[in-house]
Nanobody
C-alpha cells in the first residue's frame, strides 16, 4: 500500500519561503506522475505543480516563477519550494502520486500572513 506523508507546512509572513516535502513509501515502482495540489479555505482543491516520469513539469499560472517542484528519487521524496509567498497561497497542501491509481497525502497547512 502506497503512503504519502507531507511535511514542512507552517506560518510564514508574506514574502517569505517554505519548502514542503512529500515522502512516498510502499511501492518499488516510480509513479507515472506526482504533484502538489492545494485547497484554500472555502474553495475547491486546485493544481499547484506536477511532473511526470519523463520530467515534464506543469505549474499553475498563479505560482509560476515563485514555486519549484523537484524530486529526489534516491529518497523517494518530492519537494515544493515556495518563495515570495502571498496571503492567497494560504491553503492545505496535498501531494498526489499516480501509480495503479491515485494516492493522496493527508495534507499540510500553509498559512501566509499579510
Amino acid at each position: 500500500q502506497v503512503q504519502l506523508v507531507e511535511s514542512g507546512g507552517g506560518l510564514v509572513q508574506a514574502g517569505g519561503s517554505l519548502k514542503l516535502s512529500c515522502a512516498a513509501s510502499g511501492s518499488i515502482f516510480s509513479p507515472a506522475r506526482m504533484g502538489w495540489y492545494r485547497q484554500p479555505p472555502g474553495k475547491q482543491r486546485e493544481l499547484v505543480a506536477t511532473f511526470t516520469l519523463i520530467g515534464t513539469t506543469n505549474y499553475a499560472d498563479s505560482v509560476k516563477g515563485r514555486f519549484t517542484i523537484s524530486r529526489d528519487n534516491a529518497k523517494n521524496t518530492m519537494y515544493l519550494q515556495m518563495n515570495s509567498l502571498k496571503p492567497e497561497d494560504t491553503a492545505v497542501y496535498y501531494c498526489k502520486a499516480d501509480y495503479d491509481r491515485e494516492y493522496w497525502g493527508q495534507g499540510t497547512q500553509v498559512t501566509v500572513s499579510s
